[in-house]
Structure formats: structure tokens, C-alpha cells
């Protein structure tokens, strides 16, 4: 597989442009931005923010587009003047990972990207730029990384024995929204979100949520803010009783939630450093066949560990499981794992277009400095830590010596 585009594939994909109009194809490439003479264009700044929304990303997408790219050619000037390129063979095996993350490979990822109106070489360009800047920083500044063994000591002391934690009482509602639904899903979902009445969200919930907890309003237990993703925690603690998200895009779908209480808990609720899922494929999505499935594997499965018998001599491909950090699981994956314990199961989400079932079972979380933690696995955060502090500071003076125009 190959990371790059034909030329005659991006030939057709320009052409497609030009065929909606010469004045309309010139006016996406028009520059937008200028970061010292290099030009960001309105077409780059229209995928990106075509790839901030698949990516489920809250916040306001086109401030971060354009933050997000002028970033991406200071830090791609600053590797050309040192000379640093990534080969085709490394940028191709960040591609297959990045792809693996939704559990695709690489060609079927970039058809899915397609779908949706963003060019292979969007993401091509914006995980290059990633990678590339990732090992410069580990070049330039790892040797002044030093990491002791009191240092491990003390950040899993820190880290395990926080005297209180925040609990969130939400509601929830996740409208379906497929291709051919999603605008008006996505309507709903604004609709929804300028709701300030509890009465009135339960009432939406029990209308239009795809989820179990429609039943009850929308309404979850209370739960550690720490159990939902990273990028959507501070966007619930700043909701006020009553208030509601802004429409938040996942995978076929539009989640809100609505914040009607928070608290802090005397108990250490420290956030995980990984969590351990589990994913059991099943065919037919939401049929009723399909569901029957998963009430029998989940009668028989009450650990992870039983689902590989369960799937033993089936092809490999049906049964996914993942240990990996929070930032690095999927939007609508890590959302659902939020209102699980240990062994328990969803059967929310589906994959291919609503025709696969997604049997998904919580193994377990890992928190910082629980027992058992990995001395490596905190060391390499400290790192990572100190190294993203050398990031920062070198980025921020390479803004402050830029010439940035905007348009």
C-alpha cells in the first residue's frame, strides 16, 4: 500500500474541482494565511476542518484549523532549515497506524476519508508534519531529558494519592446520523442543544436518543470525569446545571450531554493511563438477529479473556482487543467505555455503514500510580512530558520571530 496519491487519481480530484466553476475552483486554492511567505489556502483550510470534525473534535474548528496550520508550516520551516525529511516508508507505517486506530487499513481509511470529502493527502500531510516534528524534538532535546528513579517515585506518589476527584451527573443523548441523515441529525442537535430545561432534554432524549438511557430521560449515574475522553472533559466542566454541549460529532452519529450536577469526592479517582477493551465484530448491526448474538456471547463472556474462546476459529479479524491511553481510542468508543465498569458490555455502536454490531466489553483501567504500575510506563510519560515543554517553548519563539498574515 501507498500512502500517496496517483497522480492520476489527484489529477481527477482537481479536475473535480474545476468542474464546479473556474472563479469557484480558483477561490478554494486563494491564499488565506501567509506564515513567512509560505501560503496556507482556503482548500487546505476547508479540509482541515473537514478532518477536526471527523476526528470529533469540539471547540470552534476554524479557529483550530488555522492555528492548527499555521503551526504545521512553523514547525515544517523549522525541519527544512535543519535539513530533516521522514522517508516514504516510515510516513507510510504512521499512515497504517493511524488507520489501525479506527480499526482500518490504510486504503480502506482513505476511501472512507473520501466519503467525506477530504483528500487522502489531507491526512498524509498532517500526520507527516506530526511525526517529522515528534522525532526532531526527541533529536534536539532528549539528551537534556533526565529521568531518575525518584523522579518515577514521585510522580506515581502524586499521581496515586490525589485527596479528592471531580464526579459529573450528566445526560446523555446520541442522535443517529447517517450519511444520508446527518444534516438532519445535525439540526436536531443544535436544536437540542440550546435546551436549558432538564424536563425539556429528558424529553428530547426519550424522542431521539439511540442509546438504553432514553428510557430513563438520558439520565447516567454519578460518574469520574476522569472515565470520559480527555478532549471532552474540560468542554463538561465548563457547562453550568442545566446547560448543554455544543452538537459533538462522532462516527454515524451526534452526541450531547447535559450537566445537572458536580461534585468532589474524597476518595483518589486518579485518570487512567490506559484502558484495556475489547471489540466483538458481529454481522447484521442492529437486526434483531445480531442482537441475539450479542445477548449470548455476553451470557457466556464475563471477562475479556472468555471472548477468545468465544471467537476461537473465527476469523481473526472478528475479536479486537486494545490496550492503549485514553487520547488514542475513538471518539464514540471512548464515550461508551465512560459508562462502564470492569466486565461489563455495550452494544450501542455499530461500524460498515450500521451492518456490523459492536460488542464492546470493558476489561480494565490503569491509573497512575495504582498498584502494579509500569515504572517504564511513567517514565516515558515524564519524558514525553518534558520534551512537549521543549515543544511549546520552541514553537512559541518560532511564532514570535514569524511574519503571519491572515485574510
Request: charged share 25%; glycine share 6%; aromatic share 6%.
Amino acid at each position: 500500500m501507498r500512502a500517496r496519491l496517483t497522480f492520476a487519481a489527484f489529477l481527477a480530484f482537481i479536475l473535480s474541482l474545476t468542474s464546479l466553476g473556474g472563479a469557484q475552483a480558483q477561490g478554494q486554492f486563494a491564499p488565506v494565511i501567509t506564515v513567512n511567505d509560505r501560503v496556507i489556502t482556503q482548500f487546505e483550510l476547508s479540509q482541515r476542518i473537514l478532518l477536526l470534525e471527523l476526528f470529533r473534535t469540539p471547540g470552534d474548528l476554524n479557529r483550530q484549523a488555522r492555528e492548527g496550520l499555521i503551526e504545521d508550516r512553523l514547525k515544517q520551516q523549522e525541519m527544512d532549515r535543519v535539513g530533516l525529511s521522514l522517508t516514504d516508508e516510515a510516513l507510510n507505517t504512521a499512515l497504517e497506524e493511524f488507520a489501525g486506530r479506527a480499526n482500518q487499513d490504510l486504503d480502506s481509511f482513505n476511501r472512507f476519508l473520501q466519503q467525506n470529502g477530504i483528500a487522502p493527502e489531507t491526512l498524509r500531510d498532517f500526520v507527516k508534519v506530526g511525526v517529522s516534528w515528534r522525532d526532531y524534538i526527541r533529536t534536539r532535546f532528549g539528551r537534556q531529558v533526565t529521568i531518575t528513579d525518584n523522579d518515577i517515585e514521585r510522580a506515581i506518589a502524586q499521581r496515586g494519592n490525589r485527596p479528592t476527584a471531580i464526579k459529573v451527573l450528566l445526560s446523555e443523548i446520541i442522535i443517529p446520523a447517517p450519511p444520508d441523515r446527518a444534516r438532519e441529525a445535525q439540526a436536531t442537535a443544535e436544536r437540542i442543544s440550546r435546551l436549558r430545561s432538564f424536563a425539556s432534554f429528558e424529553a428530547a432524549a426519550r424522542e431521539v436518543s439511540a442509546l438504553p438511557s432514553r428510557d430513563q430521560g438520558g439520565r447516567l449515574g454519578w460518574l469520574p470525569i476522569t472515565n470520559y475522553p480527555p478532549q471532552l472533559r474540560q468542554l463538561l466542566l465548563d457547562l453550568r446545571p442545566g446547560e448543554v454541549t455544543e452538537p459533538i460529532t462522532i462516527t454515524n452519529g451526534v452526541a450531547l450531554f447535559q450537566m445537572r450536577g458536580i461534585r468532589e469526592v474524597a476518595q483518589s479517582v486518579s485518570p487512567p493511563v490506559s484502558i484495556d477493551y475489547a471489540a466483538y465484530y458481529i454481522a447484521g448491526g442492529q437486526s434483531a438477529a445480531a442482537l441475539q448474538t450479542a445477548q449470548e456471547v455476553a451470557n457466556r463472556a464475563d471477562t475479556c479473556d472468555d471472548l477468545y474462546g468465544i471467537a476461537r476459529n473465527q476469523p481473526a479479524e472478528v475479536l479486537d482487543r486494545s490496550d492503549v491511553p485514553p487520547a488514542d481510542i475513538p471518539g464514540d468508543v471512548a464515550l461508551e467505555l465512560a459508562r462502564l465498569d470492569p466486565g461489563e458490555i455495550s452494544t450501542n455502536l455499530t461500524r460498515d455503514n450500521g451492518n456490523t454490531l459492536v460488542l464492546l466489553m470493558l476489561c480494565s483501567r490503569t491509573a497512575a500510580g495504582q498498584a502494579g504500575a509500569d515504572p517504564d510506563a511513567v517514565r516515558n510519560q515524564i519524558r514525553s512530558q518534558r520534551l512537549g515543554g521543549f515543544a511549546d517553548a520552541l514553537l512559541s519563539d518560532l511564532r514570535a520571530a514569524a511574519v503571519i498574515e491572515t485574510r
